[in-house]
Nanobody
Framework: QVQLVESGGGLVQAGGSLRLSCAAS????????MGWFRQAPGKEREFVTG??????????YYADSVKGRFTISRDRAKNTVYLQMNNLKPEDTAVYYC????????????????WGQGTQVTVSS
C-alpha cells in the first residue's frame, strides 16, 4: 500500500511560480513510477508529468502543454516528489494530483493505483 499526500497549491498571478510536493509513505518508493495529473472544472483528468525509476537515474516525461515550464524532481531519502511550476498561465488552473503505480511509467490515469487527495492551483490573469 502507498499513501500520497500533496501540498503546496495556492493562488498565484499569471507568470508566477509554485512548487507542489507529494510525500509518499508505505511501500518502498523506488519501485514505483510517479505521475502528476490535473483536473480542471468540467474537464477530464489529464497527464502533466511523470517518471519511472531506473537504477540511479530515471526517465521523465512531460505533457506538451507544460514542457519548458514545469519540472518534476524527486528526493529518494525523503520519499517525496516535487513539481516546480514556472510561468504559470490561467489555463493551468486545476486540482493537481500525484499518483503512483508499480514499476513502469504511464501517461494514462487509469493505470495508476494510488492517488493523493489533490491540491488546488489557481492562476489569476
Amino acid at each position: 500500500q502507498v499513501q500520497l499526500v500533496e501540498s503546496g497549491g495556492g493562488l498565484v498571478q499569471a507568470g508566477g511560480s509554485l512548487r507542489l510536493s507529494c510525500a509518499a509513505s508505505g511501500r518502498t518508493f523506488s519501485t514505483y513510477a510517479m505521475g502528476w495529473f490535473r483536473q480542471a472544472p468540467g474537464k477530464e483528468r489529464e497527464f502533466v508529468t511523470g517518471f519511472s525509476w531506473s537504477g540511479s537515474g530515471g526517465s521523465t516525461y512531460y505533457a506538451d502543454s507544460v514542457k519548458g515550464r514545469f519540472t518534476i524532481s524527486r528526493d529518494r531519502a525523503k520519499n517525496t516528489v516535487y513539481l516546480q511550476m514556472n510561468n504559470l498561465k490561467p489555463e493551468d488552473t486545476a486540482v493537481y494530483y500525484c499518483a503512483a503505480r508499480p514499476l513502469y511509467f504511464s501517461d494514462s490515469s487509469d493505470d495508476y493505483d494510488y492517488w493523493g487527495q489533490g491540491t488546488q492551483v489557481t492562476v489569476s490573469s
